[in-house]
């Protein structure tokens, strides 16, 4: 936090595009901004821990929606690829539990999984699987679920971002009082929150991925998506990386927030533990995506070996993307 702060005084060093060193002064020049002239007290509150938790708690915030949007999307190809079914997604069958996250994940894959032959090739099929597999049918119940935390962490930031959290305060009447504002539980408890949510998004990912690769539940996918099974191993490496990756985010999800250890001789005697439970969401939500890419270029590889049929729209543009980054 003294780092940044330095740079926005026009001091400092940061980091250009290229990765090379850049005066902070010159940096700010190239962005507009003029330094900030510190006034008594301030340096204080550029220092205090909180603002760095509520900054990587914002970061957090961005990508995990991105990360949440594209877990419905790899859901739906792996579904389409499977020979699921859509009918889940109906949105009847989520206004009768109104989780306003899981009805917008719901929407999403209803959506994306409009127009495909693929699925219309089984539509009808009175043979077919009665039910899909959790990972495939509830797949709003949780990458939906996940929603929520993430308003509740939006909100939380919002409302720190509008707030003084230094120590001692000086009032708009003039008095100068000492304050606890500075505890940075609100934020712990929210980034321990969205790390929970963000490892079960990818938990159920890998289990789709799993699921892609069996031949004895993929409903006639050849094995580990290989055309030459027993000779090459397919995608199964793949899922090795996604599985590791979940394991690691299941360690990552136990909170930090509920740990402390007092210190200055025991005036701070409770903390928050808030930048621990930050840092590690971003670790989490950097390991969310390698799952999400995992069963992205799974899901790809099913749908394209299920031609002649046509998949989806939104499946024929990720067999696209996928094929122009790994051919």
Known sequence: L??????????????????????????????????????????????NGTDGMLGMLLLAVHDAAHLFTMADVTAALSIEAMLGTDRPFAPELHAIRPHPGQAASAANLARLLRDSAIMDSHRDDLEHAVQDGYCMRCAPQVAGAARDPLAYAAAVAGRELASVVDNPVVLPDGRVESTGNFHGAPLGFAADFLAIAAAEVGAISERRVDRLLDVTRSRCLPPFLTPDPGVSPGLMRAQYTAAAIVADNRRLAAPASVDSLPTSGMQEDHVSMGWSAAVKLRTVLANLAGVLAVELLAAARGLQLRGPLSPSPAGRAAIDAVTRLVG
Request: glycine letters at 18%; hydrophobic letters at 50%; proline letters at 2%.
């Open 2 to 47: 003294a780092h940044c702060a330095l740079v926005l005084t026009g001091e400092g060093w940061v980091l250009g595009r290229d990765g090379s060193r850049r005066d902070g002064g010159e940096a700010l020049r190239a962005a507009g901004l003029a330094p900030v002239v510190l006034a008594a007290k301030e340096g204080l509150a550029l220092i």
